[in-house]
């Protein structure tokens, strides 16, 4: 974060330089130079006092926001521009050079001492939001260094390819301009080029064999097993988990003390239908028909993360308090990280319609008094990819969906919902039908009608960096970091313009942080308050009795699914299988073989293209000596 900030203020200190430069009729006068920059001062200092009475036009807060550059920048060249030439006069002398040296030694320990600051405020955050993370100075002042080398090197090399094509090009305003579209078309084009190829090698983790997730289901209930539609290979890492861990009823009924249903879990994995979105749509909605999914009581249709993760405690709780009656669908449209997959909330967006629509036609068929209830989950990427499908309508959109219930965790600022202020009451969204709470005690002042009438609830903490992450952070403080702060917002955090957005950017990016078992209300990590939610969101009957006994099992089941997740060499005795996978029904069931070696061989259109891969020159050469002789078997041997 410190190397991206000094690369910041040396990239505005560089433009106001240039600025000074500019303006100044001799460059060897001191004075001179410094009326220049006092001048530039007073512009950015005009600039930044530019009024906006309701600070929501974005050219005037851009203005501000460039005002203050130019500010900060012009009065560091001043005192850098003063304090130069005061130590070229003074360093003639013996004191001079102790005061200068007295000086400098003051500079530094002020920046140590103000550094040391600033990151003891950012530890203390970050212990209370996510995992402690070893943050030391000496640490950030090594990370700051190699980034803003990095960061410098980069620079230098842009400038260099740019004199390398200025000179091709040779000279002329045309002739330098086409160079230097030529550098950036270049640079654009390389760094488009290196980001694919990053996300390319991060979605690879997609086909990723855990040890404990090798062996496929073996009851038709779930997609991925031997009646399923959906090959468990194709299903993904995060899709084969999800499947996986279905709650056996015997699990169901002895945590809620009441009887039990096996439920139902349709995951359709990226790889089914890579290059078709409405294919996953069309497989999903064959899948429930297959299972018996209308049978059920309640439906819940499920907006993944942009790795197709599930919040596994949200589907378990769903499990638990509808006592199996259920049957959940969830469609991946990613492979990446949500942070790395924004531009898949498109398909998300599409493939979800698609499959709501087909729900509720296939709803309209029914007797109503045989349709089971719909429910909408989505959490961060998945929450906006599932919000934009009713945002036009706002709350007639679940009706018109036959949507009873929505509950959303961790919107993001970004998403078209909460940017068109449907989290508030209006129009669309009549006062009453929709809560926006940070934690169950603000949900708990409501009365038992006020929540029933609730419609959509979103969970989203105060401090949760996907929910406050905006490019407006560039150039307007948020209220968020006002007088009056959400739980869990730092008080000493102050907004600085570009750094606070770099700084929410990265925060958002390493939100999911936890530990096993550990559940916290607080960050990007909303576990603590799942089980209530789901109990409540979606008007679940249960107890305070059974709600305790979901809260550990969910707990305990994490720790038992990270444990699976590890190589067999970590773990003592074996993995431990799934509840399901330890049930009587499972080893009567029809087992297909186990996944073999760390990864799946990927989508099968691309296995085919590898299939049909012309011959090499050496594979040419050996078809021509033809298939070696068998080697003889010695005396006493046995062939195989």
Excluded at 248 to 270: N, Q, W, Y
Excluded at 592 to 602: D, F, I, M, N, V
Aim: aromatic share 8%; proline share 6%.
């Amino acid at each position: 974060m410190s190397g991206l900030a000094i690369l910041s203020a040396r990239a505005a200190s560089n433009r106001v330089d240039y600025l000074a430069n500019k303006i100044t009729p001799n460059e060897d006068s001191l004075s001179q130079r410094l009326i220049a920059r006092g001048l530039l001062a007073g512009v950015g200092l005009g600039m930044r006092k530019l009024p906006d009475e309701n600070d929501t036009a974005w050219p005037a807060a851009f203005s501000r926001l460039t005002g203050e550059l130019i500010e900060a920048g012009a009065i560091g060249g001043f005192l850098y521009e003063a304090i130069t030439a005061t130590r070229h006069r003074s360093s003639a002398s013996r004191k001079g050079a102790i005061a200068n040296m007295a000086v400098s030694a003051a500079s530094l320990s002020f920046a140590l001492y103000r550094s040391r600051e600033n990151l003891k405020a950012r530890r203390d955050f970050f212990t209370e939001d996510f995992d402690k993370l070893q943050l030391t100075l000496p640490k950030s002042i090594a990370v700051a260094t190699v980034m803003t080398g990095v960061g410098t090197s980069i620079g230098f090399a842009h400038q260099g390819t740019r004199r390398a094509f200025e000179q091709f090009y040779g000279p002329g305003f045309i002739h330098t301009g086409l160079a230097r579209t030529t550098n950036n078309v270049f640079w654009a084009g390389a760094v488009t080029g290196l980001y694919w190829a990053g996300i390319s090698k991060i979605g690879k983790s997609n086909e990723k064999i855990d040890p404990g997730y090798a062996q496929p289901p073996s009851t038709p209930l779930v997609s991925g097993s031997a009646d399923s539609l959906c090959s468990f290979e194709d299903l993904g890492q995060q899709g084969r988990r999800y499947v996986s861990d279905v709650l056996p009823p015997s699990l169901i009924e002895a945590t809620m003390a009441e009887p039990a249903k096996h439920p139902i879990r349709i995951f359709v994995g990226f790889n089914e239908q890579p290059l078709y979105p409405s294919g996953r749509s069309e497989i999903a909605l064959a899948e429930m028909e297959r299972t018996g999914a209308y049978e059920r009581s309640t439906l819940l249709l499920i907006s993944p993360t942009g790795t197709g993760w599930v919040d596994h405690s949200m589907i378990e709780s769903a499990e638990f308090f509808t006592r199996g009656d259920l049957a959940s669908v969830c469609i991946q449209f990613g492979r990446y990280p949500s942070f790395l997959s924004l531009q898949k909330v498109r398909a998300g967006r599409q493939q979800f319609r698609q499959l709501v629509w087909g729900v509720h036609q296939r709803l309209q068929g029914m007797d109503p008094a045989d349709r089971p209830r719909v429910l909408v989950f989505g959490e961060s990427l998945g929450a906006w990819a599932s919000s934009d499908v009713v945002m036009k309508r706002g709350i007639e959109g679940l009706d018109h969906y036959s949507i009873d219930r929505a509950l959303w965790f961790g919107m993001p600022q970004l998403a078209r919902w909460s940017a068109a202020g449907m989290d508030r009451p209006g129009q669309l969204t009549p006062d009453g039908t929709v809560g926006v709470f940070d934690r169950w005690e603000e949900l708990e002042l409501l009365s038992v009608e006020e929540r029933q009438a609730l419609r959509i609830v979103q969970l989203s903490h105060d401090n949760d960096p996907i929910t406050l992450a905006t490019p407006t952070l560039l150039y307007r403080k948020p209220d968020w970091l006002g007088e009056e702060r959400g739980r869990g917002v730092p008080e000493g955090q102050r907004w600085s313009p570009v750094v606070t957005f770099l700084q929410t950017a990265i925060d958002a990016a390493n939100a999911m942080r936890d530990s096993p078992g550990d559940f916290r209300s607080t960050g990007h990590d909303y576990r603590a308050d799942t089980a209530r939610f789901v109990a409540e969101g979606y008007q679940l009957p249960y107890t305070e009795e059974q709600l305790a006994a979901v809260e550990v099992q969910l707990r305990s089941l994490e720790i038992d699914r990270a444990a699976r997740m590890k190589p067999a060499a970590e773990t003592e005795g074996g993995h431990t299988p799934s509840p399901a996978k330890a049930t009587e029904e499972h080893h009567k069931g029809v087992h297909l073989p186990h996944l073999r070696g760390t990864r799946t061989a990927g989508a099968r259109w691309l296995q085919a293209l590898r299939k049909h891969t012309p011959p090499t020159t050496q594979d040419l050469v050996e078809a021509e000596k033809g298939p070696e002789e068998p080697a003889e078997t010695p005396e006493g041997v046995k062939a195989n």
